[in-house]
């Protein structure tokens, strides 16, 4: 059984740094584009970041600069790294997978992903 498993989540203060995990299980993903995800209280789910198979990445607007995504495809794991972090960054961030081809355009719109983890909590204080 497929399944991807988040951690690195807590309550840190602004302007504080956080790195999220995600390790895949159940199959390898080393061929597939991953992606984090964010879900605010009372907001739809909305794009973060991703990385190709190959280690191009990708980035919202809102959290370019601050946020880092990488792989490592040995350990099956992606992991974000998210620095000057800001109260409107608190939000349930969820690891993905996309199906093998699809574009980091398609998986940006939350489409064409294969898996989900369980998603760990974020919280930022002022």
């Known amino acids: 059984q497929v399944q991807l498993v988040e951690s690195g989540g807590g309550l840190v203060q602004a302007g504080g740094s956080l790195r999220l995990s995600c390790v895949a299980s159940?199959?390898?993903?080393?061929?597939?584009?991953m992606g984090w995800f964010r879900q605010a209280p009372g907001k739809e789910r909305e794009f973060v970041a991703a990385?190709?198979?190959?280690?191009?990445?990708y980035y919202a607007d809102s959290v370019k600069g601050r946020f880092t995504i990488s792989r490592d495809n040995a350990k099956n794991k992606v992991y974000l790294q998210m620095n000057s972090l800001r109260r409107e960054d608190t939000a349930v961030y969820y690891c993905?997978?996309?199906?093998?081809?699809?574009?980091?355009?398609?998986?940006?719109?939350?489409?064409?992903?294969?898996?989900w983890g369980q998603g760990t909590l974020v919280t930022v204080s002022s």
């Open positions: 993905a997978a996309a199906h093998l081809g699809i574009t980091i355009a398609t998986m940006t719109g939350g489409n064409g992903l294969d898996a």
């Open positions: 159940g199959r390898t993903f080393n061929n597939n584009n």
């Open positions: 990385i190709t198979w190959n280690s191009n990445t």
